[in-house]
């Protein structure tokens, strides 16, 4: 199995800054690609950026400019930096990564359990 676990979550003003950090163990052969999602209150999950593990980057337009993804393969962590912060960010953030268990394998997505982000003065 593969374990998620996302930490840096928490409550900051408006205009701060928060760095999360999801590791990612278990059966791990290799990870294609590793994500952040949120989740806001009564609205559907929706994707921030994901990396792959090449180094491509993907943000959906809304964070473009304020948030950055990372990774540090050998560490099989995903970082998401993000700056300049609104009240409309508060959400629960969550890690996704998509992960060969062993070679050849089909990937499967693998999720975290969320941590909480809070933007409020």
């Known amino acids: 199995q593969v374990q998620l676990v996302e930490s840096g979550g928490g409550l900051v003003q408006p205009g701060g800054s928060l760095r999360l950090s999801c590791a990612a163990s278990?059966?791990?052969?290799?990870?294609?690609?590793m994500g952040w999602y949120r989740q806001a209150p009564g609205k559907q999950r929706e994707l921030v950026a994901v990396?792959?593990?090449?180094?491509?980057?993907t943000y959906a337009d809304s964070y473009k400019g304020r948030f950055t993804i990372s990774r540090d393969n050998a560490k099989n962590t995903a970082y998401l930096q993000m700056n300049s912060l609104k009240p409309e960010d508060t959400a629960v953030y969550y890690c996704?990564?998509?992960?060969?268990?062993?070679?050849?394998?089909?990937?499967?997505?693998?999720w975290g359990q969320g941590t909480q982000v809070t933007v409020s003065s």
């Open positions: 990396a792959t593990s090449g180094g491509i980057t």
């Open positions: 996704n990564a998509r992960v060969r268990t062993r070679i050849l394998a089909q990937p499967f997505d693998y």
């Open positions: 278990g059966r791990i052969f290799s990870i294609d690609a």
